[in-house]
């Protein structure tokens, strides 16, 4: 409890005497989760319309002339008296709401208002400045139709800014004179040509905008009822409140009180506040947008949806026989707010209790209370050491029932042992954690459970320790599978996609942008008829001798033996997973999965893949240097560098040695390396024993650099193009290396502009460099798919990846 100095003594008078609610003070003022969530909607809707505009330009202008003319029609007598009533009424309606606040004594929100719409004035006014000076000529052209007009109009901005402040919406009468004031107003202008159709819309989402930041900056009046209410609220279900008190809130954030009756039971009352509906939504619905139906929760419901959902939950479960709180009753607050009165239980959670108090016995219990909810297909859904408690007398108590679900299907409950089994992992350890279920629910329940052990699929808390603890899962899946090694647990997939996924999309839709205006410079027909194909099917050769060297590299740093066939199928069965991964992923992905089928240990598969790239890196830094070398050498006898050559080392030294010097970065780098290092080596220690390995790992790394840039380079001379072979060489590893750090499939987009960029700056002209990226891209990303594809079905039905 705070001091006494801190705590509002709310006197009771309604009903059979004077209670006393011991609380808080509360906040005269709050700042909505609602508010913030409109401000956000509007901004991302001006935002979209902007760029929706910018694509639809000439749509948008027919539309715009069509509306000219639409209003052109109307008659001179009635334009004019639409301009005068509407510019009379857009200042007059504010102004008397105003001043029927102020006789209501809420100046506050009159001042608000005011707040608004000088914060819309000025920004309109900016955005209007920038707009004509920007040089930004369609937008420009959008908003004012190249006429002397205002493209935001700064007399409606700071109307709808200050309307929406004052909650004018909220007001019936108000709120239709307001929509008519502002419909004149626009009709006027319409009618004068001195707005456009996209202005308008931009004015309106602006003033929107303003005036929900303005509502949650300054915050708004709270409406939450007080304790007093609360009480009340209790009487009118029938019982006797003598005395409450204000406890801590829940973890969603909801009020809580203890309140004591007159035959001297006690009640635990939780009161929902309908401001705190959208509370968290955000995480809510990006979790609702990346996981897969079942396991998302609805991202908002209605204070009623809310408060039935919980009390359904309850009542199930003491029908089931759980030991949850016992619900009394519900009722809503006035209007604002809604409670449930449960009946009090001095508990504790088993957060707070020491690690040596959470016995064998603790644990069944808790494991006995989830096979009464699953018997009876309920689903608690979170699990957790603040909604598990015990009672005085030792026995399990669950809380939090508002998460749960009712008649939940298979994997609502598998979510749930999954869930626990990773709280008590993390608590107790993976080995109690999975003996004290096994009696209770059974190894083949547990099994069942084996494949939702996904950070994604636990809590908040669960994940970030999962994140810390690398090892918690996969130690839980191992005492699992020693329970039931022969169950057989088909692979769920909770998530939609993941971030990466995002991350791809989004930087494909870039290089998209960028592709497009090399691509416009092509003539296709041109490309076909005047390519010379000798050197096309030159550069198909090297491109499949790409594969092979692939093969022989991977095979050199394994020391077990590989068939090169079925090696070699891999390779090409690699270029198939481009498609839907990251060069850099994709690969080692596979190639890790097929060492593992050959019968490498995991950790061998790892490290082998983990030192053919640690070389191959090596490899193609050096390859550079010295192509870079030779390059800058080729205009003089003597054997001094490039200056371009000098300024990247230079650049290069710069950065590690700012790498070096902030702490944070160092840690990060040498632990990174630290990690690749303790596998690689010992692993290239094995290989460095057998001559016939070595020459397969450094032959076949060469082999594969050759092999590409004689692709690139037979693709230049396809087309005309004469530039030297060491010149082509910098170009593409440069290039490459660009492509491997894209997040794009296949580094799309980074490689083509990348290496178009490189043949230019060579000398080569831009339709031939950009014709000679394309085919290149063709033989080497494109034309391998379908093989890649056959292959990846050859080796997936013989069980080799």
């Excluded at 003594?9 to 989760?33: A, F, K, M, N, Y």
């Excluded at 006014?125 to 002397?148: C, F, H, P, V």
């Excluded at 003033?207 to 708004?220: D, K, Q, R």
């Excluded at 449930?340 to 006995?368: N, S």
Aim: hydrophobic fraction near 50%; include cysteine; charge should be positive.
């Amino acid at each position: 409890m705070r001091g006494i100095k801190e705590q509002d003594l709310t006197l009771d008078t309604p009903g059979t005497g004077e209670v006393l609610v011991v609380e808080p003070l509360l906040p005269q003022r709050i700042r909505r989760p609602s508010d913030a969530l409109r401000f956000l909607i509007t901004l991302v809707s001006l935002a979209a319309f902007v760029l929706l505009a910018l694509a639809l330009r000439r749509t948008l202008n027919g539309l715009e002339i069509d509306v000219q003319a639409g209003t052109g029609r109307a008659p001179d007598v009635l334009s004019a008296a639409a301009g005068l009533l509407g510019g009379v009424s857009v200042l007059i309606v504010p102004v008397a709401f105003a001043i029927e606040r102020v006789f209501h004594r809420d100046g506050m929100r009159v001042t608000q208002g005011l707040i608004a719409a000088i914060l819309a004035l000025l920004i309109s006014y900016a955005i209007d400045e920038w707009i004509i000076l920007s040089g930004l000529t369609d937008l420009k052209q959008l908003l004012t139709g190249n006429r002397e007009v205002e493209p935001l109009n700064t007399v409606l901005t700071p109307a709808i800014a200050y309307a929406t402040a004052v909650r004018m919406s909220r007001r019936t009468r108000w709120r239709a004179l307001m929509w008519t004031a502002l419909a004149l107003d626009v009709f006027a202008l319409f009618t004068a040509t001195k707005v456009t159709a996209l202005g308008v819309i931009l004015t309106y989402l602006v003033g929107l905008a303003v005036g929900f930041g303005t509502l949650y900056g300054i915050g708004s009046a709270n409406t939450r009822p007080p304790g007093s209410a609360v009480v009340a609220a209790l009487r009118r279900l029938g019982f006797v409140p003598v005395s409450a008190r204000r406890l801590e809130d829940d973890s969603s954030g909801s009020r809580r009180y203890l309140v004591g009756l007159a035959d001297d039971r006690r009640l635990a009352v939780t009161v929902l506040d309908r401001d705190r509906q959208v509370a968290g939504m955000l995480y809510r619905l990006w979790r609702r947008f990346r996981l897969n139906t079942e396991t998302r929760r609805k991202a908002i419901r209605s204070l009623r949806a809310e408060l039935e959902r919980e009390a359904l939950m309850a009542y199930a479960a003491q029908a089931a026989g759980a030991r949850l709180p016992r619900l009394l009753g519900t009722s809503e607050v006035g209007t604002e707010a809604a409670l449930l009165a449960y009946e009090h239980v001095e508990t504790r959670p088993i957060a707070g209790l020491r690690d040596e108090d959470v016995d064998d016995r603790l644990l069944t219990q808790i494991w006995e209370q989830v096979r009464l909810l699953h018997a009876h297909r309920l689903a608690h859904r979170h699990l957790t050491g603040e909604s598990i408690h015990v009672d005085d007398a030792g026995r399990v108590i669950l809380l939090d029932a508002r998460s749960g679900e009712i008649a939940a299907g298979d994997l609502l409950l598998r979510l749930d042992i999954a869930q626990l089994l990773a709280y008590l992992g993390m608590r107790v350890g993976p080995e109690r954690a999975v003996r004290s279920a096994a009696p209770v629910l059974g190894a083949d329940t547990l099994a069942g459970a084996l494949p939702l052990l996904q950070r994604i699929a636990l809590s908040r808390e669960i994940r970030a320790a999962a994140r810390r603890d690398r090892n918690l899962l996969p130690a839980i899946r191992e005492q699992i599978v020693a329970l039931e090694p022969q169950a057989t647990v088909e692979e769920v997939r909770l998530e939609r996609f993941r971030p990466r996924t995002l991350v791809t999309i989004i930087a494909g839709a870039i290089a998209l942008y960028i592709l497009l205006p090399q691509l416009s410079q092509v003539n296709v027909v041109s490309v076909v008829t005047t390519a010379n194909w000798a050197w096309g099917g030159a550069a198909l050769l090297a491109a499949v001798l790409s594969y092979l060297a692939a093969a022989i590299l991977l095979r050199g740093f394994v020391p077990e033996p590989l068939p090169l066939g079925r090696t070699m199928l891999a390779q090409f069965a690699g270029s198939f997973v481009k498609l839907v991964a990251p060069a850099a992923i994709g690969g080692v992905a596979l190639n890790t999965r097929y060492l593992q089928k050959r019968g490498v240990p995991p950790g061998a598969a790892v490290t082998s893949v983990g030192a053919s790239q640690v070389v191959g890196l090596t490899s193609h830094i050096m390859l550079l240097l010295l192509f870079g070398y030779l390059t800058g050498t080729q205009a003089a006898p003597s054997l001094t560098p490039s200056r371009g050559l000098l300024v990247a080392l230079l650049a290069v030294a710069v950065v590690f040695l700012i790498i070096l010097a902030v702490r944070p970065l160092r840690r990060v780098l040498t632990t990174r390396v630290r990690a690749l290092f303790s596998g690689v080596i010992p692993r290239l220690l094995d290989v460095v024993q057998s001559p016939r390995k070595v020459a397969e790992a450094v032959g076949g790394t060469l082999l594969l650099t050759i092999s590409f840039v004689i692709c690139l380079s037979c693709c230049v001379r396809a087309f005309g193009g004469d530039i030297s072979f060491t010149a082509v060489a910098v170009v593409f590893l440069a290039g490459n290396a660009i492509g491997s750090a894209a997040p794009t499939p296949g580094g799309l987009g980074a490689v083509e502009t990348a290496l178009s960029l490189g043949l230019t700056v060579a000398g080569l002209a831009n339709p031939v460099a950009t014709s000679a990226v394309l085919l290149f891209r063709l033989m080497t990303f494109w034309l391998p798919v379908l093989p890649g594809w056959a292959s990846f079905a050859y080796l997936q039905r013989h069980d080799a990846i």
